[in-house]
T-cell receptor, first 109, second 115 residues
Framework: GQSLEQPSEVTAVEGAIVQINCTYQ??????LSWYQQHDGGAPTFLSY??LDGLEETGRFSSFLSRSDSYGYLLLQELQMKDSASYFC??????????WGAGTKLIIKP | GAVVSQHPSWVICKSGTSVKIECRSL??????MFWYRQFPKQSLMLMAT?????????EQGVEKDKFLINHASLTLSTLTVTSAHPEDSSFYIC???????????FGEGSWLTVV
């Protein structure tokens, strides 16, 4: 079947760097997206990788390696407001969005 | 694991007709379901929050008479796009909150094309 795997929870310290990994198994693949969701809110789009490599947007970067079926979201200079759930989602060959279960990022002072 | 299923995955309808999209939680009870629409490379836009047994709560700017939401049971919510127009063409996705839990599970999404 098609699935995306990511850790359920990650803990980091304010000001540090954290990486959230996402591995996937899909038949055909058209890119990996990352979303941030704060408690009670709707997911907001962070980044999209359609090709291999690193995409950087401010403190957030996302990486994709299609040969390894692997991607990650990198958050730098962590702030308390970054405490949220982070979802990876992949577009498969049927143009369906397959979601990971989400990673809860806990940031400690 | 928990699974949320949407149906249909794809639908094409004529302008002026109505189309219904179903969202089912397959192995858990969901007191709350969320409906979103998404345009390519943009964030999901929350349209409404669907509560079982009560009226849905719509986000500002979403026409409740156009996007009818029914959450008749703890495992099923439906979104009906009434009098669809080409500008309603979009990717609609639902998510469900597990009763008593703090995790939200997303459906696969439904592509609506209005011609």
């Amino acid at each position: 079947g098609q699935s995306l795997e990511q850790p359920s929870e990650v803990t980091a310290v304010e000001g540090a760097i954290v990486q959230i990994n996402c591995t996937y198994q899909t038949s055909g693949f058209y890119g990996l997206s990352w979303y941030q969701q704060h408690d009670g809110g709707a997911p907001t789009f962070l980044s999209y990788n359609g090709l291999d490599g690193l995409e950087e947007t401010g403190r957030f970067s996302s990486f994709l390696s299609r040969s390894d079926s692997y991607g990650y979201l990198l958050l730098q200079e962590l702030q308390m407001k970054d405490s949220a759930s982070y979802f990876c989602a992949g577009w498969d060959s049927n143009y369906q969005l397959i979601w990971g279960a989400g990673t809860k990022l806990i940031i400690k002072p | 694991g928990a699974v949320v299923s949407q149906h249909p995955s794809w639908v094409i309808c004529k302008s002026g007709t109505s189309v219904k999209i179903e969202c089912r939680s397959l192995d858990f009870q969901a007191t709350t379901m969320f409906w979103y629409r998404q345009f390519p490379k943009q964030s999901l836009m929350l349209m409404a929050t669907s509560n079982e047994g009560s009226k849905a709560t719509y986000e500002q700017g979403v026409e409740k008479d156009k996007f009818l939401i029914n959450h008749a049971s703890l495992t099923l919510s439906t979104l009906t796009v009434t009098s669809a127009h080409p500008e309603d063409s979009s990717f609609y996705i639902c998510s469900a909150a597990k009763q008593g839990g703090d995790t939200i599970y997303f459906g696969e999404g439904s592509w609506l094309t209005v011609v």
